[in-house]
């Protein structure tokens, strides 16, 4: 879930071919699937929970706008985490955009529904999709667009192979956006180590 209490900056990630790769088995009762038809609607619902839109409504719009015109993509490139019931409960995607004429990978909308945070269900999610842009994208660099708010998730990323990049790209195009970030990022760390790793 996103931290709104701290002050916000934009900035992208990036990671190099035969970057580290955690090892983060799903727990006993979770199972991974690729996207279905209908699945849309799972997804509005992880991502709103997540407070990544402020409603199902216009998640699902986006979704509808972005994602589902490339139905074969999302057929191979969008994944969930389910539970024994069924229900999503998690999801992230392989997606990628063209910036100056080239095709770039980016991990993409990363979300575990609150319910089920801190079972170790997004390090899961983060190192199966990144294996899967691996496969699917000849090991390219993968980019992915985060956020101060995300600053929980930025440990797992970089445990993936991913670090913060200044370089221009389709979604952020600012040293000094990447620079407040960092400064940001820098200050959570020294109040974490300060707490004894306690956030």
């Given at each position: 879930m996103l931290d709104k209490s701290v002050p916000f900056a934009g900035f992208c990630m990036r990671r190099e071919p035969g970057g580290p790769l955690q090892d983060a088995p799903l727990?006993?009762?979770?199972?991974?699937?690729?996207y279905q038809d209908g699945d849309?609607?799972?997804?509005?619902?992880?991502?709103?929970?997540?407070?990544?839109?402020?409603?199902?409504?216009?998640?699902?719009?986006?979704?509808?706008?972005?994602?589902?015109p490339f139905k074969n993509d999302l057929y191979r490139r969008c994944m969930f985490i389910e539970n024994t019931d069924g229900?999503?409960?998690?999801?992230?995607?392989?997606?990628?955009?063209?910036?100056?004429?080239?095709r770039r990978p980016w991990l993409h909308w990363v979300a575990v529904y609150p319910a089920y945070q801190g079972l170790g269900l997004g390090k899961a999610v983060v190192s199966r999709v990144t294996r899967l842009h691996i496969e699917l994208d000849n090991n390219a660099p993968i980019f992915l667009k985060t956020q101060t708010w995300s600053y929980k998730a930025i440990n797992i990323y970089k445990a993936n192979g991913?670090?913060?990049?200044?370089?221009?790209?389709?979604?952020?195009?600012?040293?000094?956006?990447?620079?407040k970030a960092m400064k940001i990022l820098e200050r959570l760390d020294r109040q974490r180590d300060a707490?004894?790793?306690?956030?």
């Open positions: 727990p006993d009762g979770f199972r991974f699937v690729f849309e609607k799972a997804w509005a619902r992880i991502e709103a929970a997540v407070l990544e839109f402020d409603s199902d409504f216009r998640a699902l719009m986006f979704f509808t706008d972005k994602f589902l229900e999503k409960v998690a999801t992230a995607t392989a997606w990628w955009s063209y910036v100056d004429g080239y991913y670090l913060p990049t200044d370089e221009k790209t389709l979604y952020s195009d600012s040293k000094d956006n990447y620079k707490s004894k790793g306690e956030y």
